[in-house]
């Protein structure tokens, strides 16, 4: 029997280790420090509290930016690229730093297809990995404290050559897991900036993402701007991993999710988040492919097994979707995409679910995650320690099914039959 992974992912959670094993990683999606991200909480509200899931190490707590983790920000005007150079130069600086520490035997570093579009790809569209990525907001109100969080260490943002990656792969086995467990490349990413499209800015909701810096000579309009960097990071990481392992992506913003209701108004629904169509448009590339204009799409062999996203105040689990966003046929690939954004903050209510997703609810909680080579297992764990949700799927089928034996703190574990409709008791 293979060695077990354990994954706690929350987006912030008092005392996850009062209720289960000690996980191998635990990831936080992002406002790790609500309300503003003031350093100066950083110690009250996230390293005495989160004291008992550090390792001496140093690597096993890792946290990715959630948008109240860059209030006051905005992405600043400077460039990945140096002269002469292209976007392709960039990548390959940004993949070797990423996982020069951590990468699996036998693993390539680059796909020569990713560095071809990274060639083509706007210099203006790709800003530094590292926090020098973002800067103040001149009419923001508040303060940006982006550089602050990335490099407190016990936030475990990715560290290459003393600079703070803002996003980066996480690589296993590297002595968690054992040489006999599940291979695993978990990539957080920086959701605030991986977007195309219209929405908001890294920090305020009230201006168009991406908003240049100001003082540029040639200003960029927010539309024609984009962090085309880390998506082909993303793409390459995902098409670089290895064939026979789990791929996982987190991020703060969720690509799918019910609507949320923050609260009601003279009857009607106030904040709350859904789908976040401009995450799409900037994620979906790195793992579908389109024949042509209006063509279908489709998953290529890189798709991620699970993507992770918070933002909304509650818990949510789809259904192994296709690449049009519906549950997947049996005999189809799928992607299963899960909300974890109930971590202590208000929760949000949950309106009506699409067909997509098998579970919701609103509860503050954290997932437990085990990880065999070919199965996955789940827990959704209330405040309470009651497990809201479970369930597991085998790697590469699109069937969810109930757990037949054991527990999150089992030594031995059993994925049982295809989960009713319903879901599983």
Known sequence: MSNPFDLNLTRAYSAPEAFCPRPD??????????????????GPRFDTMYAPLFDAGQRRVHAALGNHDVKGCQLSARAAVRAGETCADALQRLVVEDVKRDLGPGSPLLSSDVLEKARGAARSDCPPAFDQAYEQAGDSGTSCYATEALRHQPFGYGLRGGNPLRYYSLDAPSGAAGADGPRLRILVTDSNTLRRGPGPSPGNPTEQVLKPGRGEDAPVLPASRWDELQALWVENQLRTAPADGWRIVVMHHPAYSPQGCAFKFLGSCVGGHGDDEAVQRALFPAYMS????????????????????????????????????????????????????????????????????????????????????????????????????????????????????????????????????????
């Open 25 to 42: 990683l635990v990831l936080f999606l992002g406002d790790n420090v609500y309300w503003r991200g003031s350093p100066d909480l950083f």
């Open 290 to 425: 389109e024949d042509g204009p209006g063509a279908p799409r489709a998953y290529t062999s890189a798709r991620p097994d699970l993507v992770i996203g918070a933002h909304n105040h509650f818990y949510a689990r789809s259904r192994a979707l296709d690449a049009s966003g519906y549950p997947a046929r049996q005999d189809e690939p799928g992607v299963r995409y899960l909300v974890t954004g109930g971590g202590g903050a208000p929760l949000y209510g949950v309106l009506p679910l699409h067909a997509r997703f098998a579970a919701a609810g609103s509860f503050h909680h954290f997932l437990y995650v085990r990880l065999r080579r070919d199965t996955a297992f789940f827990w959704a764990i209330d405040s309470k320690g009651r497990v809201r949700d479970s369930g597991c799927f085998v790697r590469g089928e699109s069937v969810d099914r109930c757990i037949g034996a054991g527990h999150y703190d089992s030594e031995a574990l059993q994925c049982g039959e295809p989960a009713p409709r319903a879901g599983c008791k």
